[in-house]
């Protein structure tokens, strides 16, 4: 077996500092006799291609991807399809979203000896034009937003999950509404919608918690769909839709299950894979149950098992 830690020195902003994790992991891994190997990203999607390269020879591969969502997702696409290969998330980048739906259990994806006695399950992963989606792709203003947070966190002076309020404030300045032809598994609306998007996980942009009911183990998606709305109602609606309280408002925001989307437009758009963006005119949604393998850490709980439980206490 062979673990690799896929670090981005980039994550979480240029004051979060990787060399003290390097120690760690060499600490660890070095006491505990483990094959093992440290590797830094340099660019965009370099850290798929380094899973694929080292999943690709059939050894078991145990993944660790240490930065933010995006490095998490970037991994889960490289081991995505390989049996041999599982990937998991060291959390150290700007919003670390995906873990947050482990609620109490959490904590332990910054154990780093948690995470290596951890146990490997089946985990659904999203399609989107081939780019694979661990948590939550989404088209509109949240989209953009959350592609235009990396402009904004580096900056000192506002830094870290500041940079999600600088930058939601300047896209809706910009526009929130955008012309889409959405076709879901129930039908297809053309017209001007806010957002769309599209969940595996249950939180992205720095906290926003569209909904409660998402697990990346039950082979569904929760597409949430939000009509056109202006500037006062979408800053009305924002606390109930970041909440998981859509229902509240159902004339404006429209929930689906199911496994398919597709969006499309005229115009080139952008789609936010994980905080990570995609530019098309064509965007094809697909969920693949059980599409990659991912390890939890020791003492932690499937997402399915904390909904429920949290379900049944209300």
Known sequence: MKHLFIVNPVAGGKQND?????????????????????????????????????????????????????????????AAGYRNAAVTHYPCGTGNDFVRMFGPDAALFSDLEALVDGTVGPMDIIDVNGRKCLNIAS???????????HKYSQLPVIGGAGGYVISLLVNVIKGINKHYTVTTDEGSATGKFALICACNGQYYGGGFHPTATATPEDGVLDMLIVKKVSRFT?????????????????????????????????????????????????????????????????????????????????
């Open 18 to 78: 990787k060399s003290g994790l390097r120690e760690q992991i060499a600490s660890l891994m070095d006491k505990r006799g483990e094959n093992y190997e440290i590797y830094e990203t340099v660019g965009v999607m370099d850290a798929a291609e380094k899973v694929k390269r080292e999943a690709i020879r059939g050894e078991e591969l145990r993944v660790y991807a240490c930065g933010g969502d995006g490095t998490l997702s970037e991994c889960a696409h490289g």
């Open 139 to 149: 088209v509109g203003i949240d989209a953009r937003v959350g592609i235009d947070v």
């Open 234 to 314: 979408l800053a009305r609606l924002l606390k109930y839709y970041a909440s998981g309280r859509y229902a509240d408002y159902p004339e404006y925001i429209r929930y689906e299950a199911g496994r398919h989307l597709k969006i499309e437009d005229e115009h080139e758009f952008s789609v936010s894979i994980d905080g990570e963006a995609l530019y098309t005119k064509r965007a094809v949604f697909k969920l693949i149950p059980g599409g990659v393998n991912f390890i939890y850490p020791r003492g932690c709980r499937k997402v399915s098992e904390i909904v429920k439980v949290e379900t049944a206490a209300v």
